[in-house]
């Protein structure tokens, strides 16, 4: 088998939801071994969570959580038990990262802090994942995805002017705080293994949404350089041939503000309605009526074409534009069949299923597709075993709860 990038990586989950388990899937597709801790009878609360395989809700047959479990070995254990958390340690002595996503102070409380963890293994680098991050006056307090996005996303310049803020659709804010957590554990973990330390990596959902790309950091640096508080609206496509417009088979995305608007009427054809040098000046680009009225020849070339052809006649002359897919259509796109990023999962539950693979490339030590997400407890005798735990200890610890 070819060695991945993380090959040498031991980490222990002890994540649940989203956050957690989007960090260490990442960890886990490129290498790592990850042994995914759960509670007993009814596991990672994301089990519970649908969509579910034929509308049949079922602790296996979660879509999220088969997603987000990929590579990973999974076992239950009990951290509430004075044995489950000495089993704990004991894997901790052999493990590298220990990735955990419970409220602030409840490691504390079993007993498992880092320093806890540290007397046995000082080279443990353990990532903890919270709302506001362990430290701070918000240290303790709730957060969902709309309270993510708000406090720390882009929300406020999300949407119309003259409208409330919007959020996107699902949890995107929740995801990416996984993955910034996925990059701060690989780099501790080079870190450690490059100064002989460990670390303990605190990350806090609502700053990874504060300094996002996604506009926010734009509007942080804006305020900070001028004073300007970005208004709701700006960032909705207002300028000409901007945004999202309807075509033969579906719609269509374009970005033609500014010097691009000349390519788009050049792709048009340039027809001789267009030809006015009013649609070309600055002050055009905030003009709702100039913007109608070229609109309505651009939407008329739309409704001539399917998605495909605008998005290959759009790239020809240099615009910035789209298909917007629905989602069956994302499967068959040539460009997602030729790079083969969908790869099928086959899950003793579900059978065979396509899912979304690799995130980037890497040619040398590369993505794989190792085993599906783990059943409820399906690497106990495996796992345990390691420790040297013989097969009539596991009955033990089954029968009084530990496992």
């Not at 069956?328 to 299923?353: A, S």
Request: hydrophobic share 35%; with cysteine.
């Amino acid at each position: 088998m070819t060695e991945q990038a993380l090959s040498d990586m031991k980490v222990i989950d002890l994540t649940q939801y989203i956050a957690g388990p989007a960090c260490t899937k990442l960890l886990a597709d490129y290498g790592a071994d990850v042994i995914k801790i759960e509670r007993l009878g009814t596991g990672d609360g994301a089990r519970s969570m649908g969509p579910f395989y034929h509308d049949e809700p079922h602790l296996e047959k979660s879509g999220l959580f088969l997603y987000l479990n990929t590579n990973k070995r999974g076992i239950t254990l009990n951290l509430k038990s004075v044995l489950g958390k000495e089993i704990l340690l004991e894997m901790v002595k052999r493990a590298d990262v220990v990735v955990e996503n419970f409220k602030p102070g409840v490691m504390e409380r079993l007993c498992l802090s880092y320093e806890d963890m540290e007397k046995v293994n000082p080279k443990l680098v353990m990532t903890s994942i919270s709302n506001f991050g362990q430290t701070g006056p918000y240290r303790d307090y709730k957060l969902t995805e709309l309270m993510a996005f708000g406090m720390g996303g882009p929300m406020q310049v999300s949407g119309l002017a003259e409208r409330e803020p919007v959020k996107y659709s699902g949890t995107p804010s929740i995801y990416h705080s996984g993955a910034v957590a996925a990059m701060a554990t690989a780099v501790a973990y080079y870190g450690m293994r490059r100064h002989d330390t460990g670390e303990h990596v605190d990350v806090s959902i609502m700053e990874t949404q504060a300094g996002t790309i996604d506009r926010r950091l734009t509007s942080l640096v804006s305020y900070q350089y001028n004073g300007t508080v970005t208004p709701r609206g700006a960032t909705a496509g207002g300028a000409i041939a901007s945004g999202y417009f309807p075509c033969a088979d579906g719609y269509v995305m374009f970005s033609a503000g500014g010097p691009r608007l000349e390519r788009v009427t050049e792709m048009l054809g340039n027809p001789p309605e267009l030809m006015d040098p009013k649609f070309y000046t600055p002050q055009a680009q905030g003009d709702p009526d100039i913007k109608d009225e070229y609109d309505a020849v651009f939407l008329g070339w739309c409704m001539e074409h399917t998605k495909q052809e605008i998005f290959a006649i759009g790239q020809k002359f240099h615009n910035i534009c789209s298909p917007m897919y629905t989602i069956d259509e994302v499967f068959d796109d040539p460009q997602v069949k030729y790079r083969e990023f969908m790869v099928e999962v086959d899950h003793p539950m579900t059978g065979k299923l396509k899912y979304p693979g690799r995130p980037f490339l890497m040619q040398e030590t590369p993505w794989m597709l190792r085993r599906p997400a783990p059943t409820l407890g399906q690497h106990n005798q495996e796992v345990y075993s390691e420790l040297g735990y013989a097969r009539e200890d596991m009955v033990k610890l089954r029968e009084i709860g530990v496992i």
